[in-house]
């Protein structure tokens, strides 16, 4: 196994790791039997440390001779004995190094903190493929994904509150105030304690929106000390690493989640556009013009059916649909 890789176990095992970092880490995990077996080795090997892990009187010295000696009565070293000592370890040596170097400075039960069970390996994913998917979280939190977006976050959420992002979601976060919950999307993280927020990626997965419903939230930079702070109907905006806020004037922002719908004097046109990216939808107008047309009405929690009815009523139109088509028609 190369140095990065046992570098990266070496973080992982530490809890340096982010959390977009931890997902990528543990989903490769999953696809490797050689590192999945290297990491359970890792695990393995350490238990005798957990004896006394708060002792003072801590001896790295003793304690990285005693590593070795076990390592090696269990064949997991190399046996070319006539190479230099640092040549002969094999990477789940160095791995152990890496650790003994945390548990030398004194915190030696930072290690077992962090150590993950085996059943822990792994990740969840949610796509929401057919329309809007529903998440329920292991701490209460829900998540609402637009179409298209995907969620994803270790099996041991209750260790840690994160999740990672792809597309657009509606988030209702339960309360904790000892373990807040981040979001990562992008280069942004969205760091809150109970609230309910909008995350949107735009064209450029780097670049992000956020809208805060209720509570407050976070918003931050990966890498870098830039951040703003969100408070209700206020709006975040991520493009091109700057970090910008306004307030969000759109009524019809969430509306993919809640249908509910307020519109006043609004083009036809622009009015059918929302019904379709809401609804996922197509829409065909062909032989219309909707250039003139404009309306001022509200929707709440109605079908798409029972919209594009009113308003083929209140224009004259006719209303065919197809699965997912529809055709307005004089």
């Given at each position: 196994?190369?140095?990065?890789?046992?570098?990266?176990?070496?973080?992982?095992?530490?809890?340096?790791?982010?959390?977009?970092?931890?997902?990528?880490?543990?989903?490769?995990?999953?696809?490797?039997?050689?590192?999945?077996?290297?990491?359970?080795?890792?695990?393995?090997?350490?238990?005798?440390?957990?004896?006394?892990p708060s002792r003072k009187d801590?001896?790295?010295?003793?304690?990285?001779?005693?590593?070795?000696?076990?390592?090696?009565?269990?064949?997991?070293?190399?046996?070319?004995?006539?190479?230099?000592?640092?040549?002969?370890?094999?990477?789940?040596?160095?791995?152990?190094?890496?650790?003994?170097?945390?548990?030398?400075?004194?915190?030696?039960?930072?290690?077992?903190?962090?150590?993950?069970?085996?059943?822990?390996?792994?990740?969840?994913?949610?796509?929401?493929?057919?329309?809007?998917?529903?998440?329920?979280?292991?701490?209460?939190?829900?998540?609402?994904?637009?179409?298209?977006?995907?969620?994803?976050?270790?099996?041991?959420?209750?260790?840690?509150?994160?999740?990672?992002?792809?597309?657009?979601?509606?988030?209702?976060?339960?309360?904790?105030?000892?373990?807040?919950?981040?979001?990562?999307?992008?280069?942004?993280?969205?760091?809150?304690?109970?609230?309910?927020?909008?995350?949107?990626?735009?064209?450029?997965?780097?670049?992000?929106?956020?809208?805060?419903?209720?509570?407050?939230?976070?918003?931050?930079?990966?890498?870098?000390?830039?951040?703003?702070?969100?408070?209700?109907?206020?709006?975040?905006?991520?493009?091109?690493?700057?970090?910008?806020?306004?307030?969000?004037?759109?009524?019809?922002?969430?509306?993919?989640?809640?249908?509910?719908?307020?519109?006043?004097?609004?083009a036809l046109i622009e009015v059918?556009?929302?019904?379709?990216?809401?609804?996922?939808?197509?829409?065909?107008?062909?032989?219309?013009?909707?250039?003139?047309?404009?309306?001022?009405?509200?929707?709440?929690?109605?079908?798409?059916?029972?919209?594009?009815?009113?308003?083929?009523?209140?224009?004259?139109?006719?209303?065919?649909?197809?699965?997912?088509?529809?055709?307005?028609?004089?």
């Open positions: 196994m190369s140095r990065s890789k046992d570098i990266q176990m070496a973080r992982y095992l530490a809890g340096e790791m982010t959390m977009k970092e931890e997902i990528a880490f543990l989903d490769e995990s999953e696809h490797s039997q050689a590192q999945l077996s290297e990491l359970k080795n890792m695990e393995k090997n350490w238990k005798y440390f957990d004896q006394n801590w001896d790295s010295g003793k304690a990285w001779n005693q590593l070795h000696e076990k390592l090696e009565s269990e064949g997991l070293l190399d046996d070319q004995a006539d190479r230099p000592v640092q040549s002969r370890f094999t990477p789940l040596l160095r791995i152990a190094a890496s650790i003994a170097l945390v548990l030398a400075i004194g915190i030696p039960s930072l290690y077992f903190g962090v150590i993950r069970d085996n059943t822990e390996l792994s990740i969840k994913h949610h796509l929401a493929e057919e329309g809007v998917a529903t998440v329920d979280l292991p701490d209460g939190s829900r998540v609402y994904l637009n179409k298209g977006s995907e969620l994803s976050y270790s099996i041991a959420f209750k260790n840690q509150r994160a999740v990672e992002l792809q597309g657009e979601a509606f988030f209702e976060v339960m309360s904790d105030p000892q373990n807040p919950f981040t979001v990562s999307s992008g280069e942004m993280v969205v760091t809150v304690l109970g609230t309910s927020f909008n995350v949107k990626q735009l064209d450029s997965p780097s670049d992000l929106e956020v809208y805060v419903k209720t509570g407050k939230v976070r918003v931050s930079l990966e890498k870098s000390e830039q951040y703003i702070q969100l408070e209700p109907e206020e709006f975040g905006l991520v493009e091109s690493r700057k970090l910008s806020s306004s307030i969000q004037e759109d009524p019809n922002y969430i509306s993919w989640k809640t249908k509910d719908f307020k519109f006043v004097n609004s059918l556009q929302e019904l379709e990216e809401s609804y996922h939808v197509d829409i065909h107008t062909e032989d219309l013009d909707l250039s003139e047309m404009r309306i001022t009405t509200s929707y709440s929690g109605q079908s798409i059916d029972a919209i594009l009815e009113t308003i083929g009523t209140a224009f004259e139109m006719s209303v065919n649909h197809k699965e997912n088509s529809y055709f307005l028609t004089k």
